[in-house]
């Protein structure tokens, strides 16, 4: 599920179904799925449907914080589970991206998928402290020189 800017829907207007799907850039059957099966408030039941855009507001709020999950130092987000989890024995390798985070990736200890999180650099310590680390360094390419032995080439 993608996230919906929730800034773009004025709260005082009043948004037909098609108004409400161009404003958030979604299906207008979207829309309807939401009304019909998770509660969305339409103003009433006369054709064209219309809902008042604070409702629209206060819905997906409420949708987007029911998926929110806060996690601890040593949690990740399991793709896989949809829950958060530990790291298979507390083991995890951590790569810089660049000079302010870095990649944190380890095991499930559930369901032994891959799981990974950006951090901040300047919470390195806490996260040495919960968790044992290895660093990884940022690989270069090395250009070669020689030339395959095994290529064949015309005209020779």
Not at 1 to 28: F, P, W
Not at 42 to 63: C, H, N, S, T, W
Not at 94 to 117: D, P, R
Request: charged letters at 20%.
């Amino acid at each position: 599920m993608r996230r919906i800017n929730t800034r773009t829907i004025k709260a005082k207007y009043s948004y037909s179904l098609q108004e409400l799907a161009d404003v958030i850039g979604c299906h207008t059957n979207t829309i309807s799925n939401w009304t019909k099966h998770e509660g969305l408030q339409r103003i009433d039941d006369v054709y064209p449907y219309m809902i008042y855009g604070q409702v629209v507001i206060e819905f997906l709020k409420a949708r987007q914080l029911k998926n929110k999950i806060t996690l601890s130092v040593n949690e990740f987000r399991c793709c896989t589970c949809q829950a958060k989890r530990k790291a298979w024995e507390n083991l995890a390798t951590i790569t810089k991206m660049n000079s302010k985070t870095a990649l944190l990736q380890a095991v499930c200890e559930h369901c032994n998928g891959k799981i990974s999180k950006i951090i901040s650099l300047r919470n390195i310590a806490e996260i040495e402290n919960a968790l044992t680390i290895h660093t990884l360094q940022q690989s270069a390419l090395v250009q070669s020189t020689n030339s395959n032995s095994n290529c064949e080439t015309k005209g020779a």
